[in-house]
């Protein structure tokens, strides 16, 4: 097992650079990983009380720092303890400044505005936290995405995350015996998505989450054959009312939201022209 130190400095929240150094990282699966996390470095004085961490604890320093000065000063302290140092952005800012034929600015935060896209993922996690679990079906139609599916199918995880990717999302669970209410067949707005799993990982996912509450494990709820039947239930109404179905099975939250938006654009790109214009991820 190989023990590495990655110091992540940013300028603003850091977000970014940590996804980024997340997505790199799960290409290797034999390292142990120490994160050292720096957000809002934004003066020489704040670098300087961080520059003896990197050497305690010398390794890979991934930054994304506009200020020229602090920027210098990092590379300069880096180059002479022998880390490596990379900015993680510089090859697609300076890729966007030779196509768009003009500068970046050099503002840190600056993807972090409070623009209009803000508010509009603020009201897309509002609305998907109010419309979870069946909520309010008299709004449905003002939703981007619904999400149907079985009880513990990932429905509610995916809806907040593709709240903050800036979609209202609605949920629901399906339920042999309650049928959903008329309004989910006669939806015009929403792309309606249809979320199915493996039976079998289902029960053990039912089991762990009645075992986290100190519940019985042993009923209905995790009956194989009955749960069988629901999964196989939610796929006829699947079916019958031709929505697309993702399978969850062996999917993350993050992957399962990503082909939810690649349905969304590939209805939007074969809708009459003005159709479903609203609907834009942010």
Not at 6 to 26: P, Q, V
Not at 39 to 62: E, F, N, T, W, Y
Request: a negative charge; one cysteine or more.
């Amino acid at each position: 097992m190989t023990r590495v130190h990655i110091h992540l400095l940013s300028d603003s929240t850091g977000e970014t650079l940590e996804m980024l150094a997340k997505a790199a990282l799960a290409q290797f699966e034999h390292a142990e990983v120490t994160r050292h996390f720096w957000p809002m470095v934004r003066s020489r004085q704040h670098l300087d009380r961080i520059l003896p961490d990197l050497k305690a604890s010398p390794g890979l320093v991934l930054f994304t720092l506009v200020n020229l000065e602090t920027r210098a000063l990092l590379e300069e302290h880096c180059a002479a303890a022998g880390l490596p140092a990379v900015p993680i952005l510089d090859r697609v800012t300076e890729a966007l400044e030779k196509l768009l034929g003009q500068e970046a600015h050099g503002r840190p935060g600056r993807q972090h505005a409070m623009d209009q896209a803000y508010f509009e993922r603020v009201e897309a996690i509002q609305f998907t936290i109010a419309h979870d679990d069946g909520i309010g079906a008299e709004d449905w139609e003002d939703a981007d995405i619904l999400l149907a599916g079985v009880s513990r199918s990932s429905k509610t995880p995916t809806g907040i995350y593709l709240a903050n990717r800036g979609y209202k999302v609605a949920n629901i669970p399906l339920v042999v015996e309650s049928p959903p209410p008329r309004a989910l067949f006669a939806l015009k707005n929403p792309l309606v998505v249809g979320l199915t799993t493996a039976p079998e990982r289902l029960v053990q996912i039912r089991r762990n989450r009645l075992l986290s509450l100190n519940e019985q494990t042993e009923t209905a709820y995790v009956d194989s054959d009955k749960v069988k039947g629901e999964v196989a239930f939610a796929r006829r109404m699947f079916a019958d009312n031709g929505w697309p179905v993702i399978d969850v099975t062996r999917r993350s939250i993050e992957e399962t939201a990503a082909a939810v938006i690649k349905l969304l654009g590939e209805r939007e790109r074969h809708a009459p022209e003005g159709e479903f214009e609203g609907v834009k991820p942010i």
